[in-house]
């Protein structure tokens, strides 16, 4: 349990900025939805997002259709 609060406390105020720079047009149904997951669903969209494992998991998932712009 410890572990999981001393995760949280050096992930708290970190971000990570993703754009759409792919269509999810004739791409597997999960992959639009991990996009809508994100918050992105049109092309050259922007989102700033808390960095957790699970974000960079979906990052990882649509990589080819995102790019991370920044992370801070």
Not at 26 to 37: H, K, M, N, S, Y
Request: aromatic share 0%.
């Amino acid at each position: 349990m410890a572990d999981t609060k001393t995760l949280a406390a050096k992930t708290a105020g970190k971000t990570v900025t993703v754009e759409q720079i792919g269509s999810p047009t004739r791409r597997p149904d999960d992959q639009r939805a991990t996009l809508v997951g994100l918050g992105l669903n049109k092309m050259h969209r922007r989102r700033t997002l808390e960095d957790t494992s699970s974000v960079r998991g979906m990052i990882a998932k649509v990589s080819h259709l995102v790019r991370v712009v920044d992370e801070a």
